[in-house]
């Protein structure tokens, strides 16, 4: 039996080590029926480190995806990166939501926290489409949305494997659901998503207000517009924002912490922070 705990004002569960177990002896079934049902696991006192990370996310996942933007950690462990660069405040987001290929979960792990700030975010989309004013959930059932981004070569080799070719971009690409691309001559690729503002859980298939709306609206490289073409004026994002702001939740780290949090139901973002010495590891993956 899991020794668990939730966090205050959070519904987090946190798994205790409470028997000085390696979280690799963790029972596999029971840590996924918690998953399925609380979206964001916090383990705590088990000492990992992104080795252990990427050993245990291994028990839970079919394939893990590299970010295109994020340093990797060593190559040995070519998917397991740093976690965004800088220390700005990182508004909600799901992780790739502005593309088909979501991932399923996002686990992070903490060496070292920031001394101040730094805090990662994260938000229960279930909470804010339920939160949100029923003229703006009936906007969102109206209309989709659609993303703009632009990946040059260099971005789409490191996402397909250095050795792919447009033919694989194009593989990869075609078919797929509201997603259409141009091969620029420069070989980078311009794509345009049209999607919901809110998707079904995977766990559940609740309705929930997992996006990557708001970071992408403020995201200077981003670009995201009704399905349309029409732009989403910035009181409808005002409005979304307010309804966030009380429902976010914090994962207060501690050195050795490892969070599992469900990529298709909540959002996550992160404080701002001062310190150097901060040190967050993060992995992608779709589960079994
Ligand atoms: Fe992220």
């Given at each position: 039996?899991?020794?668990?705990?939730?966090?205050?004002?959070?519904?987090?569960?946190?798994?205790?080590?409470?028997?000085?177990?390696?979280?690799?002896?963790?029972?596999?079934?029971?840590?996924?029926?918690?998953?399925?049902?609380?979206?964001?696991?916090?383990?705590?006192?088990?000492?990992?480190?992104?080795?252990?990370?990427?050993?245990?996310?291994?028990?839970?996942?079919?394939?893990?995806?590299?970010?295109?933007?994020?340093?990797?950690?060593?190559?040995?462990?070519?998917?397991?990166?740093?976690?965004?660069?800088?220390?700005?405040?990182?508004?909600?987001?799901?992780?790739?939501?502005?593309?088909?290929?979501?991932?399923?979960?996002?686990?992070?792990?903490?060496?070292?926290?920031?001394?101040?700030?730094?805090?990662?975010?994260?938000?229960?989309?279930?909470?804010?489409?339920?939160?949100l004013?029923?003229?703006l959930?009936?906007?969102?059932?109206?209309?989709?949305?659609?993303?703009?981004?632009?990946?040059?070569?260099?971005?789409?080799?490191?996402?397909?494997?250095?050795?792919?070719?447009?033919?694989?971009?194009?593989?990869?690409?075609?078919?797929?659901?509201?997603?259409?691309?141009?091969?620029?001559?420069?070989?980078?690729?311009?794509?345009?998503?049209?999607?919901?503002?809110?998707?079904?859980?995977?766990?559940?298939?609740?309705?929930?207000?997992?996006?990557?709306l708001i970071?992408?609206?403020?995201?200077?490289?981003?670009?995201?517009?009704?399905?349309?073409?029409?732009?989403?004026?910035?009181?409808i994002i005002?409005q979304i924002q307010?309804v966030m702001?009380?429902?976010?939740?914090?994962?207060?780290?501690?050195?050795?912490?490892?969070?599992?949090?469900?990529?298709?139901?909540?959002?996550?973002?992160?404080?701002?922070?001062?310190?150097?010495?901060?040190?967050?590891?993060?992995?992608?993956?779709?589960?079994?």
């Amino acid at each position: 039996m899991l020794e668990t705990d939730t966090l205050s004002i959070s519904s987090a569960k946190i798994i205790h080590n409470n028997t000085s177990q390696s979280i690799l002896q963790l029972p596999v079934q029971e840590t996924l029926d918690y998953f399925k049902s609380h979206g964001v696991l916090l383990f705590r006192g088990f000492g990992v480190n992104y080795e252990q990370m990427k050993a245990f996310a291994e028990k839970f996942s079919s394939r893990f995806v590299l970010d295109k933007d994020r340093p990797i950690v060593d190559s040995r462990n070519k998917y397991v990166t740093l976690v965004d660069p800088g220390m700005h405040y990182v508004s909600p987001h799901c992780e790739n939501a502005n593309s088909p290929f979501r991932p399923d979960v996002i686990w992070f792990c903490c060496s070292v926290p920031a001394s101040q700030g730094g805090e990662t975010l994260y938000w229960d989309g279930v909470q804010v489409w339920q939160a949100l004013d029923e003229e703006l959930r009936q906007l969102f059932i109206a209309k989709k949305i659609k993303f703009f981004q632009k990946f040059p070569a260099a971005d789409w080799k490191r996402f397909l494997g250095a050795g792919a070719t447009l033919d694989d971009v194009k593989r990869t690409l075609n078919g797929i659901s509201g997603l259409s691309y141009k091969i620029n001559e420069d070989q980078s690729v311009s794509l345009e998503y049209v999607c919901s503002a809110f998707v079904k859980t995977k766990y559940g298939h609740q309705e929930a207000f997992a996006n990557s709306l708001i970071s992408e609206y403020k995201n200077p490289r981003g670009a995201v517009t009704f399905a349309d073409g029409s732009p989403i004026p910035s009181a409808i994002i005002n409005q979304i924002q307010q309804v966030m702001n009380n429902l976010t939740e914090v994962i207060p780290w501690q050195a050795s912490d490892l969070v599992m949090i469900d990529n298709s139901r909540f959002l996550h973002g992160r404080r701002s922070f001062t310190d150097i010495k901060r040190r967050i590891y993060s992995l992608l993956s779709y589960m079994k």
